[in-house]
């Protein structure tokens, strides 16, 4: 099987975002758009609960995940200008989002 590259973003929103709001942008603009995107094969927006097991919250209330086609591919989509401006839009909910990369190994 061929390995699959996979970017996840783990966020918390900013200082006063409402979720309301987040999510509402997250299903009508980020999510509709990404999912257009060549370079995309798949894309979740997951909303946390706490750790399992434990009482305590998760240190991320938002993981995205998405499997692309290819990380040179991803990098031609984002510089679409309607990417840049709904990246822009996301940077006003998204705080201090942690961009990972990684491949899926089985």
Do not use: W
């Not at 200082?15 to 999510?31: L, T």
């Amino acid at each position: 099987m061929a390995s699959k590259e996979v970017l996840i973003v783990l966020f918390n929103l900013k200082e006063g975002v409402m979720e309301a709001d987040y999510e509402r942008f997250a299903n009508d603009i980020d999510s509709p758009l990404i999912r257009r995107l060549p370079s995309n094969q798949s894309f979740k927006i997951l909303k946390t609960s706490g750790l399992l097991g434990s009482s305590a919250p998760s240190p991320f209330r938002y993981i995205e995940v998405m499997e692309v086609t290819s990380f040179e591919a991803l990098d031609t989509d984002i510089k679409n200008s309607e990417v840049q401006q709904m990246l822009q839009q996301f940077s006003t909910f998204a705080d201090n989002p942690q961009l990972i990369p990684g491949r899926q190994i089985n």
